[in-house]
Nanobody, 127 residues
Framework: QVQLVESGGGLVQPGGSLKLSCAAS????????MGWFRQAPGKEREFVAV???????VYANSVRGRFTISRDNAKNTVYLQMNSLKPEDTANYYC?????????????????????WGQGTQVTVSS
């Protein structure tokens, strides 16, 4: 099991930027895909982005071109740089770690493939 702690959320105006961080501990970080998901009030949790152990990435259509996921294996940390934020990006953002090592995704990964979750960090986009 891995422990995940997100940070970096907050209130930002439309068009602004935020960078989320997720610090991991408890197992070998570099071998696992790491994902970001989000959940808005009254809605189901949805996929945002994933970065594989290889460094390859997959994004949801709604964020592609605006968000960038990255990882620093030396720091056991995954990041989500969010630019050109929109009110519809408002949600609680969760970091998650894949259950199995060395998995490669080429499209939206199943949420059930992620076995460890952080507590979430709130992002609010409003003027």
């Amino acid at each position: 099991q891995v422990q995940l702690v997100e940070s970096g959320g907050g209130l930002v105006q439309p068009g602004g930027s935020l960078k989320l961080s997720c610090a991991a501990s408890g197992r070998t970080f570099s071998s696992y895909a790491m994902g970001w998901f989000r959940q808005a009030p009254g809605k189901e949790r949805e996929f945002v982005a994933v970065i594989m152990y290889s460094g390859s990435t997959v994004y949801a259509n709604s964020v592609r071109g605006r968000f960038t996921i990255s990882r620093d294996n030396a720091k056991n940390t995954v990041y989500l740089q969010m630019n050109s934020l929109k009110p519809e990006d408002t949600a609680n953002y969760y970091c998650a770690a894949d259950k199995s090592p060395r998995i490669q995704y080429y499209s939206t990964p199943p949420t059930g493939n992620f076995g460890s979750w952080g507590q979430g960090t709130q992002v609010t986009v409003s003027s």
